[in-house]
């Protein structure tokens, strides 16, 4: 399943050496011939969980270092954002648990620093969710993308969705690129993309505002945008 993370970027990044990522299965771990890593849980009840043994002997393999944080994905974690993506971009050292079938055994959790979901839903096991994380969190590591800046201006990394952007060519079925984009006025261009990408944080994830110390530049835009005025 793991297969993406060694193509594009990530796998570039890996060929230099930037990043290293390693997979373990717990089921290498096993304590028994038919290499069994879940059970039935105590107390009846519907599904299978993982039991603890097979994680605690894989994760015994990492050896000892204080500073890993070790990531357990779970749907009832703290919802995965763009500021986690960089804080744990600034990690030494991250371990993923991934669980599967109808969850873990409570005691796996005593091995993690962080229980984080990607959302409000449930998936059959934490690989896809891991591997979210872990683009997220790689192409904020500097080296990784091959435009430094690109990063600084995705949607969420100062708070808001991104401006809407355009290539060539100028014009296709009679849709046109905004002429302020064309016109070589770098600080025009500027307050262009910051209206936009204020009126588009406005429009479709208003919440994302409520939390934000806009500059007074910014504050206006919002009044602007929120009267349906030009500004």
């Given at each position: 399943?793991?297969t993406?993370?060694?193509?594009s970027?990530?796998?570039?990044?890996?060929?230099?050496?930037?990043l290293?990522?390693?997979?373990?299965?717990?089921?290498?771990?096993a304590i028994?011939?038919?290499?069994?890593?879940?059970d039935?849980p105590?107390?009846?009840?519907?599904g299978m969980l993982?039991?603890?043994?097979?994680?605690?002997?894989a994760m015994?393999?990492?050896?000892?270092?204080?500073?890993?944080?070790?990531?357990?994905?779970?749907?009832?974690g703290?919802?995965?954002d763009?500021?986690?993506a960089?804080s744990?971009a600034?990690?030494?050292e991250?371990?993923?648990?991934?669980?599967?079938?109808?969850g873990?055994?409570?005691?796996i959790y005593?091995?993690?620093?962080d229980v984080v979901?990607?959302g409000d839903?449930v998936v059959t096991g934490?690989?896809?969710?891991?591997?979210?994380m872990i683009?997220?969190?790689?192409r904020l590591?500097?080296?990784v993308?091959?435009?430094?800046?690109s990063?600084?201006?995705d949607s969420?990394?100062?708070g808001l969705?991104?401006?809407?952007q355009?290539?060539r060519?100028?014009?296709?079925?009679?849709?046109v690129?905004p002429?302020?984009?064309?016109?070589?006025n770098h600080e025009k261009?500027r307050?262009w993309r910051?209206y936009?990408?204020?009126?588009?944080?406005?429009?479709?994830?208003?919440?994302l505002?409520?939390n934000?110390?806009?500059?007074?530049e910014?504050?206006?835009?919002?009044?602007?945008i929120?009267?349906?005025v030009?500004?």
């Amino acid at each position: 399943m793991f297969t993406p993370l060694n193509t594009s970027l990530l796998g570039k990044a890996q060929e230099k050496a930037i990043l290293e990522i390693n997979l373990i299965n717990f089921r290498d771990f096993a304590i028994n011939k038919h290499q069994q890593v879940d059970d039935t849980p105590y107390g009846g009840g519907a599904g299978m969980l993982l039991m603890p043994q097979p994680i605690y002997r894989a994760m015994a393999t990492l050896g000892d270092n204080p500073k890993r944080r070790v990531i357990i994905l779970d749907p009832a974690g703290q919802r995965f954002d763009q500021k986690m993506a960089q804080s744990m971009a600034q990690e030494q050292e991250l371990a993923f648990i991934c669980g599967h079938y109808e969850g873990y055994d409570h005691r796996i959790y005593d091995l993690a620093t962080d229980v984080v979901s990607i959302g409000d839903f449930v998936v059959t096991g934490g690989e896809l969710g891991a591997m979210v994380m872990i683009d997220a969190i790689s192409r904020l590591i500097p080296g990784v993308l091959g435009n430094t800046a690109s990063a600084g201006s995705d949607s969420f990394s100062k708070g808001l969705l991104e401006y809407p952007q355009y290539t060539r060519p100028e014009v296709y079925d009679n849709k046109v690129v905004p002429q302020v984009l064309l016109s070589g006025n770098h600080e025009k261009i500027r307050q262009w993309r910051l209206y936009q990408s204020l009126k588009r944080t406005y429009e479709q994830r208003p919440e994302l505002l409520q939390n934000l110390d806009l500059p007074e530049e910014a504050q206006k835009m919002v009044r602007a945008i929120k009267n349906n005025v030009p500004c």
